[in-house]
């Protein structure tokens, strides 16, 4: 892995930002931020294909979870599952920026945000996916939680920009809360440090990934233990787990649908990777019964919790919002299950879930700001107005409901044949189940939106309906259809890069 591709990931999104501070009219923001898309997505997935195709080597004497990682003098460690993080970011960033242009500019056209606000907000953004870079590629784990801290404040800010009653007290309720998380999350980092400093000294070394993944079956049990549920909880409150989640209907819902759709496929994982990496040490110190018992059932209660809010939710953005609480317990659920198919399964629907995620919180975005509604109701019958927008909002609900033949259909079946296969096959009848029922519930409410009855507020030939009927920005619609294409191929077809990459992440997580 050549060092400059990771750090290019960070420098080109605060280079980006630099670049917003001058003192100039908003377009030239804009165009910082179409430049700046494309080769934040070009720099990932360049990451994401060399972690796929270069040779796995591993360290002498090193576990298997050292294969192909490397890190760099900046202290940048790229291994499999940081690149597919990188991947994820960089696809979720990389949409979300050019969708901005035209959805950003219609919120000051309709008199939501002044001008002024335009260039601070593509200031905050781009300072933000830099958080998100940083925390996937630290190779410290003190650096890995600093870097989400600085998450929780940079997407505070983007979550209250509008700076409305409702957004300041959304954004308010976010960060107290994510941050009495990381607080949690902090306690866990010192226990893991004390953990190691009996072997390792008092020093980086002590946080250090991969020398800690190294030393792990020789760290105090007790304090691994502790750290791990800690960790749990408090990043776990950051990815939106069950019973920690109640912040994450009120931010996404008040959000600028762009920040929006990078706060549910990309910052919910970077907590996910948090917990990730804690796991695998914790399952190298102390075998695979504790954390993966704690991470199932986390998963389970999430999935379970989510669904009666799925089905009888009235705003859309809310209704989006559980969904990922849904979503994330479905990926906790399968390491939960652990074995090689399950983790498989729950990076696959890592993958799938950004990508659903993105495409329909941007595709609603569309529809609020051209009804000026998000309650459900009122947004009824938008197949009779505006065919095309309703046709991607089915397609996308089909695709977030799991079913055939869209990628979230094929990581949950593969997580519930992977339960099967390692003997819980009552976790997986209970997933299975759970999901049927969330299928259910998420048509429901989306079926609804695209093909219900014509509220009074969109029938045909109204003007509202001549608004919600016009072509979305052609910038726009590109940035839309990349998540929807990539869905619909995993779907059908998992290319053999990416299952080389998933293969190697899950080989870090479960050895």
Known sequence: ??????????????????????????????????????LLLALAVAVAVRAGWTPGTCRSGAPPGLCGGTVDALGLYVDALSALLVLVIGLVAAVALLYSRGYMRAEVTAGHLPEGTLRWYYLWLHLFVASMFAAVLAGNLGVLWVAMEVTTVLSGVLVGISRRPDALEAAWKYVV???????????GTVLMYYSATPLLGHGNSALDWATLLQVAPHLNPALVRLSFAFVLIGFGTKAGLAPMHTWLPDAHSQAPSPVSAILSAALLNCALYAILRYHALTMRALGPAFSTHLLLAFGLVSVAVAIPFILIQHDVKRLLAYSSVEHVGII????????????????????NHALTKCGMFLAIGTVIQRLRTRNITRLGGAARVAPTLATVLLLGGLALAGSPPFGPFLSEFTAVRAAIAQGVGLAGVVLLALLAVAFGSLLAQLGHVALGPACHRATKGSARARELGHAPALLSSSALAIPAAAVLLLGVHVPDTLVTLLQRASTVVGG
Do not use: Y
């Open 332 to 351: 906790a659920a399968a390491t939960g299950v652990g074995g090689r198919l399950a983790l498989f399964a729950a990076l696959l629907h890592l993958l």
């Open 1 to 38: 892995m050549p060092t400059i591709l990771p750090a290019l990931l960070l420098a080109v999104p605060l280079v980006a930002a630099l670049l917003c501070l001058i003192p100039a009219p908003a377009a030239v923001a804009e165009g910082v931020s179409v430049l700046s898309a494309p």
């Open 177 to 187: 809360i994510c941050s009495l998380g990381i607080a949690l999350a902090l306690f």
